[in-house]
């Protein structure tokens, strides 16, 4: 097949997968596991999908997840880290049992290996194996591996999902809760200023329970500060948690819904990146926004988590503050915070292709080990390194890695069904190849792979005490299967998965 042929049956395939994927039995879905399938199913036809495609969509993928997962490296709190060792011995545990299997059902050791290695999807571990044992005997292993240990995560977590689905809401209940108790959700509201014994005193001796972001009055917007005293029929925008909000209103008059139109002179909204030195571990009040800039911070969101922005706060590194300002200082603001999250998107893919490249290179790179043999990391591992440490770092001088959700979800979106397509059609000619010779026993492995893979987690998850949807993360994380990982955490935004996936 020519390379337009193989294009167009690999966007095939991802439109047919993707409508499959949306099929539900039971309340299980194959989701982009039906892609997998029928990239098998085309290879079965006689149809070969772009392997070129396949290379690309993978690379994409691993980067996107390694930016997502990349700053929770840097806050490891202490029950990822205990998830993180505990992993760690797991994995061994996870190891001698599959390679115990395969050697049960009679497999060559070449073959166990290469198992092993699709059980991970690791290129870094075929290429290791293919250095000491028969290439051929691996190959067979790690094609069968590959797409039937996927297909089974895939259908263990969803399974899992739904008998346990009580319970996590039951644990997200309580998460929430929590962050609710460590930080209000923050919303905005607009209010009146009717009030008699408030018109004529200053913000500062009202003390506001709520963020005074701007003041509209006589028909132009007004920068708040601490000596502004307000007037009778002035509009206020704030920001605060909803207690916070209605106290306010109450004290100041009523709440409006009639926003006024937009004039010159009304503060513009920007979303910055906290990673300016001259930023980081400041306190908001020490940066004399409004004095400088005629500025105010209306939220602060820190892993996931919504801050009140009040005196006293601190500012770390990655902090997301929303600033509400004249679009004359954004230039400042901009270099005072760091980064403007709004022009990260104008060249996500630039970014996202250096970093590629980077760990492509990072891949190639050989590594000597003992007795003269050399491995090569690979080009998915490669990557996936690259991001991660990129991501974490958030910027090196004038260069940015980090990205916006939105980006990364949509790169995810479009690398992991090129992947998974190219990855069914590649294994289908190897598949049927092995089975006349060693049959049925090549399952063996890999289903004892993915049962020891979730007893491990079940058994993890008890002795930390982890919640459900933390010990189903633990087990899509363990096996390293992003496929399922992104499936948990598309169902759930909470920080949950994303710190166990970066600890493990």
Same mark, same amino acid.
């Given at each position: 097949?020519?390379?337009?042929?193989?294009?167009?049956?690999?966007?095939?395939?991802?439109?047919?997968?993707?409508?499959?994927?949306?099929?539900?039995?039971?309340?299980?879905?194959?989701?982009? &596991?039906?892609?997998?399938?029928?990239?098998?199913?085309? @290879?079965?036809?006689?149809?070969?999908?772009?392997?070129?495609?396949?290379?690309?969509?993978?690379?994409?993928?691993?980067?996107? !997840?390694?930016?997502?997962?990349?700053?929770?490296?840097?806050?490891?709190?202490?029950?990822?880290?205990?998830?993180?060792?505990?992993?760690?011995?797991?994995?061994?545990?996870?190891?001698?049992?599959?390679?115990?299997?395969?050697?049960?059902?009679?497999?060559?050791?070449?073959?166990?290996?290469?198992?092993?290695?699709?059980?991970?999807?690791?290129?870094?571990?075929?290429?290791?194996?293919?250095?000491?044992?028969?290439?051929?005997?691996?190959?067979?292993?790690?094609?069968?591996?590959?797409?039937?240990?996927?297909?089974?995560?895939?259908? *263990?977590?969803?399974?899992?999902?739904?008998?346990?689905?009580?319970?996590?809401?039951?644990?997200?209940?309580?998460?929430?809760?929590?962050?609710?108790?460590?930080?209000?959700?923050?919303?905005?509201?607009?209010?009146?200023?009717?009030?008699?014994?408030?018109?004529?005193?200053?913000?500062?001796?009202?003390?506001? $329970?709520?963020?005074?972001?701007? !003041?509209?009055?006589?028909?132009?917007?007004?920068?708040?500060?601490?000596? &502004?005293?307000?007037?009778?029929?002035?509009?206020?925008?704030?920001?605060?948690?909803?207690?916070?909000?209605?106290?306010?209103?109450?004290?100041?008059?009523?709440?409006?819904?009639?926003? $006024?139109?937009?004039?010159?002179?009304?503060?513009?909204?920007?979303?910055?990146?906290?990673?300016?030195?001259?930023?980081?571990?400041?306190?908001?009040?020490?940066?004399?926004?409004?004095?400088?800039?005629?500025?105010?911070?209306?939220?602060?969101?820190?892993?996931?988590?919504?801050?009140?922005?009040?005196?006293?706060?601190?500012?770390?590194?990655?902090?997301?503050?929303?600033?509400?300002?004249?679009?004359?200082?954004?230039?400042?603001?901009?270099?005072?915070?760091?980064?403007?999250?709004?022009?990260?998107?104008?060249?996500?893919?630039?970014?996202? *292709?250096?970093? !590629?490249?980077?760990?492509?290179? =990072?891949?190639?790179?050989?590594?000597?080990?003992?007795?003269?043999?050399?491995?090569?990391?690979?080009? @998915?591992?490669?990557?996936?390194?690259?991001?991660?440490?990129? @991501?974490?770092?958030?910027?090196?001088?004038? =260069? !940015?890695?980090?990205?916006?959700?939105?980006?990364? *979800?949509?790169?995810?979106?479009?690398?992991? $069904?090129?992947?998974?397509?190219?990855?069914?059609?590649?294994?289908?000619?190897?598949?049927?190849?092995?089975?006349?010779?060693?049959?049925?026993?090549?399952?063996?492995?890999?289903?004892?792979?993915?049962?020891?893979?979730?007893?491990?987690?079940?058994?993890?998850?008890?002795?930390?005490?982890?919640? $459900? =949807?933390?010990?189903?993360?633990?087990?899509?994380?363990?096996?390293?299967? &992003?496929?399922?990982?992104?499936?948990?955490?598309?169902?759930?935004?909470?920080?949950?998965?994303?710190?166990?996936?970066?600890?493990?």
């Amino acid at each position: 097949m020519d390379r337009t042929t193989e294009l167009i049956a690999t966007l095939a395939v991802i439109a047919a997968g993707a409508i499959l994927g949306r099929a539900s039995w039971r309340g299980v879905r194959l989701d982009v &596991t039906a892609v997998l399938l029928l990239g098998a199913g085309a @290879a079965q036809l006689g149809i070969t999908l772009s392997p070129t495609l396949g290379l690309f969509g993978l690379l994409l993928f691993l980067y996107a !997840i390694g930016v997502q997962a990349g700053p929770a490296l840097r806050r490891l709190g202490g029950d990822e880290r205990r998830a993180a060792l505990a992993a760690a011995g797991a994995l061994v545990v996870l190891s001698a049992v599959t390679l115990a299997a395969a050697h049960a059902a009679g497999l060559p050791t070449g073959v166990g290996l290469g198992v092993l290695a699709g059980l991970f999807t690791s290129g870094a571990s075929l290429a290791l194996a293919e250095a000491g044992w028969p290439a051929s005997e691996v190959s067979v292993g790690f094609a069968l591996a590959a797409p039937v240990a996927s297909l089974l995560v895939m259908l *263990a977590v969803q399974g899992w999902h739904r008998a346990a689905e009580p319970r996590i809401a039951d644990e997200l209940a309580r998460w929430n809760e929590e962050m609710s108790r460590r930080a209000p959700r923050i919303e905005t509201a607009l209010a009146q200023v009717t009030r008699a014994e408030v018109a004529g005193r200053t913000l500062r001796e009202l003390r506001l $329970p709520a963020e005074v972001a701007a !003041i509209f009055r006589e028909g132009r917007w007004l920068a708040p500060r601490g000596a &502004t005293a307000l007037s009778a029929g002035d509009i206020l925008r704030l920001a605060g948690s909803r207690e916070a909000l209605d106290r306010t209103i109450a004290m100041v008059g009523r709440r409006t819904h009639e926003r $006024p139109h937009r004039l010159a002179g009304e503060p513009v909204v920007r979303l910055f990146f906290v990673s300016s030195p001259r930023a980081v571990g400041r306190r908001i009040e020490a940066l004399r926004l409004r004095e400088r800039f005629d500025a105010t911070i209306t939220r602060v969101r820190r892993s996931g988590i919504e801050l009140m922005p009040r005196a006293g706060l601190r500012l770390l590194w990655g902090d997301r503050v929303q600033v509400s300002a004249p679009e004359s200082a954004m230039d400042e603001l901009r270099r005072l915070f760091g980064d403007d999250a709004h022009n990260l998107e104008r060249f996500a893919f630039p970014r996202a *292709a250096l970093v !590629i490249v980077a760990g492509g290179l =990072l891949g190639l790179a050989p590594v000597p080990l003992a007795g003269g043999a050399v491995v090569r990391l690979g080009p @998915a591992t490669g990557v996936l390194a690259a991001s991660l440490l990129t @991501a974490a770092l958030h910027r090196t001088g004038p =260069l !940015i890695w980090s990205q916006t959700h939105r980006t990364t *979800a949509l790169l995810a979106q479009i690398g992991l $069904p090129l992947f998974l397509a190219e990855v069914g059609n590649r294994a289908w000619g190897g598949l049927v190849q092995a089975l006349p010779t060693w049959g049925l026993p090549l399952l063996v492995p890999a289903a004892a792979g993915v049962g020891a893979g979730i007893a491990l987690a079940a058994l993890v998850g008890r002795a930390l005490r982890l919640g $459900p =949807l933390a010990t189903l993360s633990l087990f899509a994380s363990l096996l390293l299967n &992003t496929p399922a990982f992104q499936l948990i955490q598309q169902r759930h935004r909470e920080k949950i998965p994303s710190a166990i996936y970066a600890a493990v």
